[in-house]
């Protein structure tokens, strides 16, 4: 049984499930994430394909309907269970997935699904565990790991992600197994994900990089092939929603805009409060009136968005009023 802790800021909640002090797994809820797993909402069927139907959510995104009734007709409302959530592709984005619900049940709630897995619900976020988290994040916006004689690159793209390993050594594809495995779980990567071993003849050298693979996965849910003679082996494993690191290389813009909000709420200067950024990250705060206004209720100021193509990742200015 491990620790979860939470951390709620303005506009994400963090999860961290940790193991004697060692942090294991890394959750996040943002918002604009859309419906979340497992909860249950009204949606009207837009269209429909073989098998399966496109219908629109209350917040006017659309999911995958599947199975789709056969009675069920376009413009019709349909009561529907979010089975996975969407999430950032490279140049598009993925939908959520949905089927009819049998029955009405209360929406799911993200700290209690991890609480369900028997993780331990600890109070604050301690040191040990901002510090595991912070790198955590950076290695996957840098999608590299580090690793004696070697690295991991890891590449995520629509079909699968990729794991390259690079460097040198006897038992680099063992460390690298045992590293990779360790990844997996912190940033919940799902899906299909192909791992590319240096070539190995030797078939017992590639069982025993298979074995210590598995042995790092714990108790994690996984399917995997063999490795075979050109060092590729492929891992399978549920996909629920985007992982750690698909949000860290893929939504740049809301991770610069969240990390905007946080550092106004500590601004010490008095007057009201200007987020300077690009205008990708402003266009996105503009998108967020609920979370421009929690800020306001927080500070006890105004708070005004300002674009400016040089301000990169963004800055906080303060105005009289």
Do not use: C
């Not at 070539?199 to 025993?208: G, H, I, K, V, Y």
């Not at 705060?285 to 306001?296: E, F, K, N, T, W």
């Amino acid at each position: 049984m491990a620790d979860l802790y939470r951390q709620v800021r303005l506009g994400e909640t963090r999860l961290a499930v940790v193991d004697r002090g060692t942090l294991l797994e890394m959750h996040l809820q943002r918002a604009d994430d859309g419906a979340q797993v497992g909860s249950q909402t009204e949606a009207r069927l837009v269209s429909k394909l073989v098998g399966r139907g496109i219908v629109e959510l209350p917040d006017g995104r659309q999911a995958v309907l599947e199975p789709l009734p056969q009675s069920l007709t376009e413009g019709a409302p349909v009561t529907v269970e979010i089975t996975r959530a969407a999430w950032p592709e490279a140049g598009r984005p993925r939908l959520a997935k949905a089927r009819p619900a049998l029955q009405r049940a209360a929406e799911s709630r993200f700290a209690e699904q991890l609480r369900a897995a028997g993780h331990r619900l600890q109070a604050g976020w301690p040191a040990l565990v901002a510090d595991q988290w912070e790198s955590g994040w950076e290695a996957a916006q840098l999608g590299r790991v580090g690793l004696p004689g070697g690295s991991l690159g890891f590449s995520p793209t629509p079909a699968l992600i990729a794991v390259d390993i690079d460097g040198t050594g006897a038992s680099l594809a063992a460390d690298a197994a045992r590293e990779a495995a360790r990844m997996i779980r912190l940033w919940g990567l799902g899906g299909a994900i192909v791992i590319d071993f240096p070539a190995s003849p030797d078939r017992e050298a590639r069982r025993q990089v298979a074995k210590a693979f598995d042995e790092a996965m714990g108790d994690a849910a996984f399917e995997r092939t063999a490795v075979n003679g050109f060092g590729l082996m492929q891992v399978i494993r549920p996909r629920t929603g985007p992982s750690i690191l698909e949000r860290a290389r893929l939504q740049p813009d809301i991770s610069a805009a969240l990390a905007l909000l946080h550092l106004a709420q500590s601004e010490p200067r008095p007057g009201a409060l200007q987020l300077v950024a690009r205008p990708a990250v402003a266009r996105w705060l503009d998108r967020q009136p609920a979370l421009i206004a929690d800020l306001s209720r927080i500070t006890g100021r105004r708070v005004d968005v300002r674009a400016d193509a040089m301000a990169g990742d963004g800055h906080v200015e303060t105005t009289p009023g």
